[in-house]
């Protein structure tokens, strides 16, 4: 009996700290009074991130729900990620980072150097220059940035710049340049078939320059044992040695 009364009693200890613990948590001293943003931004304003976080944060400093808080911060636009915070006693500390636009995706989406596809003001992201084009299935995004910095590398000793990547339907790619070239460099079949390819590209591109008497319009390296070159004064086409 005495044992079981003692039980009673704590139980009732547990439930009236409770009931004080959730009157406490509720007092309007808690009542978040600042959001401080943190971050490297340049995209991102104050207006939008007011228009896209009005209503969505309720709560306190104890009450709101912080994965909420997030995934209202990451809903502005130039948003890639946000991490949230809380500050005695009254402040969330939400620091965000901003997508950094590498090229503009076909269906009119910017794609980030991360391989990630959003929604923005086109203006905003070409305020350091042109964006690269990019056109394919949605899958490829991440792959198709992979590409084009591994093309970017390649052709920068040879002066020819990347305007384009194209993948098909078939995940076949192609890339055109700054001049208006057009590459076709096919399908990764076997795995690193196409890095291949561009490893002869870069090769060949003197030589076939050469041929031409001027550099290539269109260079096509589908072929199992060479390339066919058009442009200039004709066209060429050079095998594998």
Not at 31 to 48: K, M, N, P, Q, W
Not at 128 to 156: H, I, K, N, S, T
Not at 205 to 220: E, H, K, T, W
Request: charged letters at 25%; a positive charge.
């Amino acid at each position: 009996m005495n044992w079981l009364a003692r039980l009673c009693v704590i139980g009732a200890s547990l439930l009236v700290l409770g009931a004080a613990a959730t009157w406490l948590m509720h007092r309007s001293w808690f009542d978040l009074e600042r959001i401080e943003l943190r971050g490297d931004l340049t995209h991102v304003s104050s207006a939008a991130i007011r228009a896209s976080i009005a209503g969505r944060i309720s709560g306190n400093f104890f009450t709101a729900k912080l994965e909420e808080v997030r995934r209202a911060f990451e809903a502005v636009p130039w948003v890639a990620a946000a991490s949230v915070r809380r500050v005695w006693p009254n402040r969330l500390v939400v620091t965000l980072r901003e997508h950094r636009a590498l090229g503009l995706w076909s269906d009119g989406r910017l794609l980030s150097d991360a391989g990630r596809l959003f929604a923005a003001n086109l203006a905003e992201a070409e305020m350091y220059g042109p964006l690269a084009q990019f056109d394919g299935p949605e899958m490829f995004a991440g792959e198709a940035v992979r590409r084009y910095y591994e093309l970017a590398a390649r052709l920068a000793p040879l002066s020819l710049g990347v305007s384009g990547v194209e993948i098909s339907e078939r995940a076949s790619w192609a890339m055109t340049t700054d001049a208006g070239q057009r590459f076709e460099l096919g399908r990764d079949e076997p795995a690193g078939r196409l890095s291949e390819r561009i490893v002869l590209l870069v090769a060949a591109y003197p030589r076939v320059s050469a041929q031409l008497g001027a550099p290539p319009r269109r260079i096509d390296l589908r072929y199992p044992n060479g390339l066919a070159a058009a442009g200039g004064k004709g066209s060429s086409t050079a095998r594998k040695s």
